[in-house]
């Protein structure tokens, strides 16, 4: 049974973004682990018109009483519309399916760690993030040939275990570039001041 409430909290955060608001909101979960732990905030605001960057953290629509934080790993356009595949960051595979540009609600400027706060806008972060989700792509094609050839030259079990080495392989750079981020105190800042200043950018570029 759907909840209500969930419902009406997806629809007022929706409501918020399309009036050009920064939304503020507690995370659950831990398909991004170790960037957002569950009870953590994020900021999100309104997608531009545009392509989405590889490697973004967006928050999309699920279903009507829930939403989801997970990163962008390789856009493509079908039938004229924008598609995205995306995987948290703790998941060894991406989503079952590609999300179309129309239910992605925003992306990630911000996450609050403790007393910092990482900023997603940077040109570092934006950085660092293309570089994890191109080598977790690459790594993951290149996983799914050496599976095909080798599938038939092994019996089930092994094949089952070398698949899950190599996709935990495939996720090693994403953990990596994840603490990284956690690590490097020129990715975030103290939270002083910060929702207001996050505010005052996004008035000015919109």
């Known amino acids: 049974m759907v909840s209500q409430k969930k419902v009406v909290c ?3 955060i929706k409501c918020l973004l399309d009036k050009g608001h920064v939304v503020w909101v507690y995370t659950r979960g831990n398909s991004m682990k170790p960037l957002i732990d569950p009870g ?8 531009k018109d545009r392509l989405l960057w590889v490697g973004a953290i967006v928050v999309f629509q699920h279903s009507e009483s829930q939403i989801v934080t997970h990163r962008i790993i390789t856009p493509f356009e079908k039938e004229g519309k924008s598609w ?3 995987k948290g960051d703790a998941r ?6 590609a999300i179309p540009e129309q239910r992605i609600l925003g992306e990630v ?4 760690k403790g007393v910092k706060i990482i900023s997603c806008s940077r040109y570092r972060f934006q950085k660092m993030s293309y570089l994890m989700a191109t080598c977790w792509w690459f790594c993951h094609l290149t996983q799914k040939r050496l599976c095909r050839i080798i599938r038939n030259k092994l019996s089930q079990k092994l094949s089952a275990k070398l698949d899950w080495i190599l996709a935990w392989g495939c996720n090693l ?3 990596i570039g994840d603490y990284i981020v956690l690590g490097e105190p020129a990715f975030g800042r103290k939270t002083k001041r910060c929702e207001e200043d996050l ?6 570029e919109t």
């Open 92 to 97: 060894l595979t991406p989503d079952m399916a």
């Open 199 to 204: 505010s005052r950018r996004h008035k000015r």
């Open 10 to 12: 997806v629809e007022l």
């Open 173 to 175: 750079p994403v953990m």
């Open 109 to 112: 400027v911000a996450i609050e």
């Open 84 to 86: 995205y595949i995306t």
């Open 40 to 47: 953590e905030r994020i900021a999100i605001r309104k997608v």
